[in-house]
């Protein structure tokens, strides 16, 4: 099966890639999504799907790199425990109304790509994340999107060693 692939924001004074590189096993679970479409974006991952890894907030906002789907969509235990900041009263382990996927390391890119770097590659004008008023935080990258940014940043950079 072809890996599905997807664009993950996270702020990077809240968890960087840096972060995620420093996580056991390079492996952490995406947790803190609260918006209903992004949740079904991550119920609908499979494990070898590809992200990028998009530093938001932050100037400039860009893709700093690429991570690896390795568990699949499970309920997010953040959910139960009215401790966590992600505490949801109305969501139980019977009909859990958020989840959680599993995230590897892949890749960091030599050089972040810019938000202003992405408006200008062709082709992308319809990708989500450049869509006027796009904010999820989870969001789907279709495979020509997928490829052109990676053949912009192999032009920049030495080859990337990214499987398919």
């Not at 490829?147 to 192999?154: K, S």
Request: net charge positive; with cysteine.
């Amino acid at each position: 099966m072809m890996p599905q692939y997807w664009l993950f924001k996270s702020e990077p004074k809240t968890f960087s890639i840096d972060d995620l590189v420093k996580s056991p096993r390079q492996t952490t679970c995406w947790e803190g999504v609260r918006n209903y479409q992004a949740r079904n974006f991550l119920k609908s991952m499979n494990v070898g799907d590809l992200g990028f890894f998009y530093h938001s907030n932050t100037d400039p906002p860009a893709i700093v790199g690429i991570i690896e789907v390795v568990k699949a969509a499970y309920p997010d235990s953040f959910a139960f425990d009215s401790k966590s900041r992600y505490f949801d009263p109305r969501s139980t382990l019977e009909s859990p109304r958020w989840f959680l996927v599993d995230v590897r390391f892949v890749k960091k890119f030599p050089q972040a790509l810019s938000l202003g770097q992405l408006r200008a590659i062709k082709g992308l004008g319809n990708m989500e994340l450049l869509r006027k008023g796009s904010r999820l935080s989870v969001q789907p990258v279709r495979p020509d999107e997928w490829q052109r940014v990676l053949d912009f940043v192999r032009k920049k950079t030495d080859p990337l060693p990214i499987k398919r």
